[in-house]
């Protein structure tokens, strides 16, 4: 059984920093990609970064580019999202995802697998 647990969200100032973990078993975690989308109230879901298989490739929303960086773990089977500069447009619900193809998509229908989600608030 796939499980992927985020962990790391709270509640924070405008300017400050988060990391976001995200921890996966029941699947072979180094040949997945991983993704981070977010989803605000009344919003649909959104792509906010992804990384290859490997960790040697990644891409961002332009929207988080410059402040946010993805990297992964393989030896611990964990997708990291370091958040710094905060707005508080980031506030939201944070989803990582698993993407067997091992490609960097953008798409959330391309995602195999989700986590529940950790909140993310971002007070002015």
């Known amino acids: 059984q796939v499980q992927l647990a985020e962990s790391g969200g709270g509640l924070v100032q405008a300017g400050g920093s988060l990391r976001l973990s995200c921890a996966a078993s029941?699947?072979?975690?180094?040949?997945?990609?991983m993704g981070w989308f977010r989803q605000a109230p009344g919003k649909e879901r959104e792509f906010v970064a992804t990384?290859?298989?490997?960790?040697?490739?990644?891409y961002y929303a332009d929207s988080v580019k410059g402040r946010f960086t993805i990297s992964r773990d393989n030896a611990k089977n964990t997708v990291y999202l370091q958040m710094n500069s905060l707005k508080p447009e980031d506030t939201a619900v944070y989803y990582c995802?698993?993407?067997?193809?091992?490609?960097?998509?953008?798409?959330?229908?391309?995602?195999?697998?989700w986590g529940q989600g950790t909140q993310v608030t971002v007070s002015s």
């Open positions: 995802a698993a993407d067997r193809s091992g490609m960097l998509y953008t798409s959330s229908i391309r995602y195999d697998y």
């Open positions: 029941g699947l072979t975690f180094s040949t997945y990609a």
């Open positions: 990384i290859t298989w490997s960790g040697r490739s990644t």
